[in-house]
């Protein structure tokens, strides 16, 4: 199985920054796209970052430039790096990678468990 763990979320003040944390375990061949997700209440899901395996980055509009994605292959980890953050920055954010497992040929979308990010204004 494949998990993923986010940490680094918390509360913060407009302005401040903070850095989520995503690691994947399991039984892994290999993790094409990491990326982060984030959900506010009453709100769709939207793309935050993503990252490929060759470190190519795409951005949701509302955080360009302020937010930076990251990823570490040796630590299966990826990392985002969040600036100037804005009370509607509040979401609870969720990292995600493309695995393809040792046990299969199939690439399969795993998602971590959420990590709630307040911005108090």
């Known amino acids: 199985q494949v998990q993923l763990v986010e940490s680094g979320g918390g509360l913060v003040q407009a302005g401040g920054s903070l850095r989520l944390s995503c690691k994947v375990s399991?039984?892994?061949?290999?993790?094409?796209?990491m990326g982060w997700y984030r959900q506010a209440d009453g709100k769709r899901r939207e793309m935050v970052a993503q990252?490929?395996?060759?470190?190519?980055?795409y951005y949701g509009e509302s955080v360009k430039n302020r937010f930076y994605i990251s990823r570490d292959n040796a630590a299966k980890a990826t990392y985002l790096q969040m600036n100037n953050l804005q009370p509607d920055d509040t979401a609870v954010y969720y990292c995600?990678?493309?695995?393809?497992?040792?046990?299969?040929?199939?690439?399969?979308?795993?998602w971590g468990q959420g990590t709630q990010v307040t911005v108090s204004s």
């Open positions: 995600t990678a493309e695995v393809t497992q040792l046990s299969s040929s199939t690439l399969n979308t795993y």
């Open positions: 399991g039984t892994i061949f290999r993790i094409n796209t």
């Open positions: 990252i490929t395996n060759g470190e190519t980055t």
